[in-house]
């Protein structure tokens, strides 16, 4: 989608490596999200960042860090993967309060 | 915690007919409530959002209501196509710190020619 990129679209890992996934905007939004899909459970949210290395938890946050040094780049972090971090990961940023969110295209991640 | 269901069995329609979703939610009274689109392997697509004190919102072919006495909101595609087929979320903002948006698990339309 125009203005948010997810980096890698696809990965495969294996259990107990660190995996990174990028979200990166050029709309100098505020808020930047990170949920996870699945099936049966919809979107989930994991972490979100409401400002530069102003970051929280969200509803399914274990096994999972964030990091944003800059605006544009909120990076979340598997420190030791496991096969129930398999899942599409989605990034999605917010200007303000009253805005719909915007989504990137997801980073579909397989932990065997 | 915010509990939010929608018709998790796929909705079935004839083009040009009207097709309704429906949202109900739990525990918390939102300070307003959106609408997403989310076709297979891509991220969700903002459509609307309605404010608590809103009844009603239209945008093009599509309505959405809300009743926070009931605690739901129906969104409506008018004259629907076969394009309109879809996954259909829906997500509630408690205004709480954050904005964070919660989810509902969406319901697939299915629109046939």
């Known amino acids: 989608d125009a203005g948010i990129t997810q980096s890698p679209r696809h990965k495969v890992t294996e259990t107990g490596t660190p995996v990174t996934l990028r979200c990166h905007q050029t709309e100098n939004h505020r808020y930047m999200y990170w949920y996870r899909q699945d099936p049966g459970h919809g979107l989930r949210l994991i972490h979100y960042s409401y400002g530069v290395k102003d970051t929280d938890k969200g509803e399914v946050s274990d096994g999972y860090s964030v990091s944003r040094s800059k605006t544009e780049d909120f990076l979340l972090t598997l420190e030791s993967a496991t096969s129930s971090q398999t899942s599409v990961y989605f990034c999605a940023i917010r200007d303000t309060g009253l805005d719909g969110y915007t989504f990137g295209s997801g980073t579909r991640l397989t932990v065997v | 915690s915010q509990k939010i269901e929608q018709n998790s069995e796929a909705l079935n329609i004839q083009e040009g007919k009207t097709a309704t979703l429906t949202c109900n939610y739990t525990?918390?009274?939102?300070?307003?409530l959106q609408w997403y689109r989310q076709d297979p392997g891509r991220g969700p697509v903002f459509l609307l959002l309605i404010r608590e004190n809103e009844k009603e919102k239209r945008k093009e072919r599509l309505k959405v209501t809300f009743d926070t006495t009931l605690k739901q909101s129906l969104f409506h595609i008018t004259a629907s196509q076969p394009a309109d087929s879809a996954t259909y979320l829906c997500a509630l903002d408690i205004a709480s710190a954050g904005n964070m948006l919660t989810f509902g698990g969406g319901t697939r339309l299915m629109v046939k020619p």
């Open positions: 525990n918390y009274s939102p300070a307003y």
